[in-house]
């Protein structure tokens, strides 16, 4: 059974890969610079989203793609918060956005509008690990309530994962977590991860968040 | 594409389904309740656990199954405050556990020694809802810095549950969580759940959480 199951889902991975190729293709064709945001449910990328949008959204062009496994609430939150373009996915259960998706996603997009996108993926350290949607980097939001160890328990996630935002840096004085150990875990299974430290919620950090996202527009190299 | 990762998924569920079946009329057999806990990654399980095990775990005869991705640093944890049965499930970078695993976690513990037996399972609130382990109930813990949206968000999950545990009850004055809201969300989409509000840190509402589960294991019935 297990090895089965194993061997369909390797059929699926590798059709999803040629769909990424085509997607990245596309997004390179236009210039557009694309960042998949995962972490786990709760952990506060939509607020960081919108706080983004707000902050550079239009300086920097930017627009997202969200996934949801059923509604599209983050994408009503999201779309109050800019003209930019934001294309709803709902998964219809999935746990995870795939490239197909994107594919269709880009279709209803206005590629020439833009020059970041995000994706902002369904919530689960688990599962998107696994599926390329032709980003340039996943960036896994990790917030301070979800306790130091989440790298070593989902090391896939940050093996895949270029950079790491620490959110919700303003609850640190009411929980047991230690941040030194959280970057020092997370360092353990990918050495080469970059943090940024920020709160949404009260913009700690967040000219550092807004000050890489320029860096990366204006060189458009990758980083 | 779409559909044909729908029927194979369909046939796995199916052979699932028949596993789960064996391992209820096990856990039957020895007079066991097992409850299936589910939530985001960094939720508080592990620590719930290690309280209710502290607790009540020798007057109840807890014992407890973990899955984890990779590591077995919950079942480590959950062995120092008990000498109740652990066993650890590495489910290999699977999302959830599957009731084959629960078979042979089964296999590896002695039934005559347990009546409650919790399913700590893979931080996931998308894929476990999939997944009968042969469990009396499903209980969602939902921690206040996930946001009240959660049951909107993920409907299968709660759909699925019977009880939902609101934990890091302590946190409430410092984040933006409307834990009315919040329950009334989780009541759309499945009237019948049932609220435990608890701080496993703290210590507020535990005393609930552990009538409860006193008088499932008296009762012996169906909770």
Known sequence: MTVRRIEVRERVMERNDVLARDVRRRLDDAGIIAYNLVSSPGSGKTLLLERTLAGVGE???????????????????????????????????ACHLDALQMQDALDALDLTALRILFIENVGNL??????????????????????????????????????????????LPYVPFDIERCVAYAREVNPSLEFFRVSALTGQGMEDWFRFLKE??????PV
């Open 126 to 171: 688990v599962c998107p690990a696994s599926w390329d949607l032709g980003e340039r980097a996943k960036i896994v939001v990790l917030s301070v309530t979800e306790g130091e160890d989440k790298p070593l328990k989902y090391p896939k996630m940050f093996q895949q994962a270029r950079h790491v935002i620490i959110n919700k840096m303003d609850l």
């Open 216 to 221: 990366s527009a204006w060189a458009g190299s």
């Open 59 to 93: 300086e920097l062009r930017i627009g997202v793609v969200t996934g949801d496994v059923q509604t599209q609430n983050d994408a009503d939150r999201l779309a109050h918060h800019t003209d930019r373009l934001v294309q709803a996915v709902v998964t219809g259960g």
